[in-house]
């Protein structure tokens, strides 16, 4: 269920990357390449995992699935907040420089 | 339980190589006093540039896969942070995994990053030849 949720983070976070011109100015990419490579890596780990577990692996029960899905979806909000924190530092409306500046704050 | 930390000490070489190659190509671009060299290069997307994007790719992969395991209680904000290390047979445990599932992940997001940039490089060879030719 995480990587689910991780995989359609990615894709989402990719189709809002190709259709907004000012991806290059918003650092829309970072966006992109953190939930592809966690999805990469969590498609590994599913293989892995389907290896050992074989049918059972289909078959989780539902605490397991709800527990999994709550982690995918904290997952998702952390991947957003690292990419905030990303955008605020690089700032490129000026915003934060501006809020800290000393002529705002006069 | 630490398979990330494969992938980790990847990112961070692959961060540092593309810093090193990032200061080696400025200062080629600065001292370059030919203009059509310089354009040529500006041209392309230097290789330092994907090498960011291998980059970038590990690091959000990490950082994800990080919060993975502390929600798991594999990883505690303490020393020795993981906690497999308090056991020696969750050690031997935990080395296996990451010389197989941490090893995997490490080459398949490589493998997906020199597959991307094998076809963006075969694109711009063909806008190259297809701008040459007009």
């Known amino acids: 269920m995480t990587l689910v949720i991780a995989l359609i983070c990615a894709v989402i976070s990719t189709l809002i990357w190709y259709f907004n011109p000012d991806r290059k100015k918003l650092k829309l990419s970072v966006l992109c390449f953190e939930f592809w490579g966690a999805s990469l890596m969590w498609l590994v780990d599913a293989v892995f995992e389907f290896a050992e577990l074989k049918e059972e692996f289909f078959t989780q029960s539902a605490d397991a699935v709800v527990n999994d899905a709550l982690l995918g979806l904290c997952v998702a909000v952390l991947g957003v907040v690292v990419y905030l924190i990303v955008l605020l530092i690089s700032d490129p409306n000026g915003v934060v420089k501006q809020l800290f500046s000393k002529k705002d704050n006069e | 339980?630490?398979?990330?930390?494969?992938?980790?000490?990847?990112?961070?070489?692959?961060?540092?190589?593309?810093?090193?190659?990032?200061?080696?190509?400025?200062?080629?671009?600065?001292?370059?006093?030919n203009a059509e060299r310089s354009t040529e290069k500006e041209s392309a997307t230097p290789f330092y540039k994907k090498l960011g994007w291998l980059a970038s790719l590990l690091w959000g992969g990490v950082i994800l896969l990080a919060f993975e395991h502390l929600w798991h209680g594999e990883i505690v904000p303490w020393f020795p942070f993981l906690t497999a290390m308090s056991d020696p047979t969750a050690i031997r445990e935990m080395l296996i995994e990451m010389a197989t599932v941490g090893v995997t992940m490490s080459v398949v997001v490589t493998a997906a990053w020199a597959v991307v940039v094998a076809i963006g490089n075969r694109i711009a060879k063909r806008v190259a030849t297809g701008a040459n030719n007009k």
């Not at chain 2, 540092?16 to 200061?23: G, H, R």
């Open chain 2, 1 to 33: 339980m630490a398979c990330f930390v494969v992938p980790a000490v990847e990112a961070v070489a692959v961060t540092i190589a593309a810093a090193v190659m990032k200061k080696k190509h400025k200062k080629q671009t600065e001292t370059a006093n």
